[in-house]
């Protein structure tokens, strides 16, 4: 019987949640006007959308370095924000939370699939025997 990895599942949890983020940052770089609106709406909905879809490639070959990818993308942007407005220190912040949140996704959910392959080759052998 083959069990789901928890790492994706905590991945994609984080990627869902940053996704909202996302786009409330970018309906308040809008009103700040940090950039022009075009550029908003293009650079925040993008990547929103490219957020929520990326679960759906976690478990593939370079899925989770993609997503790895993506928080360093908003911590880019929350650093160029800062340029335009003081805003950007609040997105900043924000962008180091989901860094730590998407960092322990990665270390506790890869630890826990490896703990559960672990103790499911242990079962097999007890039931050879």
Known sequence: MASKS????????????ESFIVF?????????KVAEPGV???IGLGLAIVMIITPAILGRKG??????ALQGVVLFLAIATIITNPAGYVFLIISIIFI???TWAMIAGSTIDAA?????RKNEQLGEN
């Open 40 to 42: 908003v709406w293009a």
């Open 63 to 68: 899925g989770y370095w993609f997503g790895s």
């Open 6 to 17: 928890l790492q994706r599942a905590l991945g994609a949890i984080v990627l869902a949640f």
């Open 116 to 120: 559960k392959r672990a103790l499911a």
């Open 100 to 102: 730590g949140l998407w």
């Open 24 to 32: 409330f940052g970018t309906l308040v770089s809008f009103g700040l």
